[in-house]
């Protein structure tokens, strides 16, 4: 995930906000171990993303499992090959369905570009992580016994799974726009400790989660909603496909204080700053976002991190269904 916004191109972009945004279809074929899941039942009102993406016809039998589409997901689960319950769909090509909602959040970006911003991400974060580490270890303590099935959006190269993902009983899907991400979030969840076959990578949206509702007991969230399109639908995603009483863990950049000489700097720099680190905004109020986005109740603490130059304050916590 990324973070600084240094003197040189190339150390603005690898410190900068990891988006968590769209992609292709993907369809899921890397787990060899069988599963077999209960059914999850809507429970709450579909967003609205466009009028031909959503609706709720029975299912049709299908060969494979494709990950398509915020409320149209083949049932998966009934053929062992996902981690986490999916939705059927009726649509005649709800993967085709699906990429017009990744191209409206997430412009396809070129092959060159995703791979070289994952490598990027995966090797000149070091200092970032290190100077995060004692707040990320504070907020993800509390995962400890309650996150089996856990969430994590914009995973990117995995870094946070070394938190929470050491166990066979836990169960993980980090979701990212960028396909390029996977080998390195695979290798980070091997170095973590969590088996192969409860870890999966799906190239999707926050702001369209390819998940049942109230199907997961956490969601994962670092230096993401610096750069999705939708802040507040991404939000109302999260609260979507939240088990009650669940727990959404985040670590977001944000705003600096109106009138301040680092809020200038992150004005004129915020035009630049979308354009080298993957649609990353300098000057969100995100912590507003995830107060007033209907949490039960929301822990929300500041810090100011030296590593992070223009990319302070940091918002940290924990917000409850």
Not at 101 to 127: C, Q
Request: with cysteine; charged share 20%; glycine share 6%.
């Amino acid at each position: 995930m990324s973070l600084h916004c240094a003197s040189s191109v190339a150390a603005t972009i690898s410190l900068l906000s990891v988006s968590l945004k769209t992609s292709v279809c993907y369809i899921n074929e890397a787990t060899n171990k069988p599963r077999t899941l209960q059914k999850q039942v809507n429970s709450g009102a579909p967003s609205k993303l466009s009028t031909e993406s959503l609706s709720h016809d029975s299912p049709e039998p299908i060969n494979k499992p494709c990950f398509c589409r915020r409320r149209h997901f083949i049932e998966a689960a009934t053929l062992g090959t996902t981690l986490f319950p999916v939705q059927s769909s009726t649509a005649t090509d709800p993967c085709s369905d699906y990429t017009a909602i990744l191209r409206k959040f997430h412009p396809p970006r070129p092959d060159w570009y995703e791979e070289f911003y994952a490598g990027v991400m995966n090797s000149a974060t070091e200092s970032y992580e290190d100077e995060v580490a004692m707040y990320k270890s504070q907020i993800f303590s509390n995962l400890k016994g309650k996150g089996q099935r856990i969430l994590e959006i914009g995973i990117g190269t995995g870094p946070n799974l070394s938190y929470y993902a050491s166990g066979s009983d836990v169960e993980v899907v980090g979701i990212d726009p960028n396909p390029k991400m996977e080998k390195y979030a695979r290798s980070s969840a091997s170095s973590a400790g969590l088996p192969p076959s409860n870890f999966e990578f799906i190239q999707a949206v926050g702001e369209a989660i390819p998940l049942s509702d109230a199907s997961v007991d956490a969601v994962v969230g670092t230096l993401v909603l610096c750069s999705v399109k939708d802040v507040d639908m991404t939000l109302k995603e999260v609260r979507r496909v939240l088990r009650p009483g669940g727990l959404y863990v985040f670590v977001e950049h944000v705003a600096a204080k109106d009138g301040t000489f680092l809020k200038f700097m992150q004005r004129v720099l915020d035009p630049l700053q979308q354009t080298l680190a993957d649609g990353c905004h300098l000057s969100r109020d995100t912590g507003n976002n995830i107060s007033r986005a209907g949490f039960a109740s929301v822990e929300l603490n500041l810090a100011f991190l030296s590593s992070a130059t223009f990319i302070n304050p940091h918002v940290y916590g924990i917000a409850y269904k």
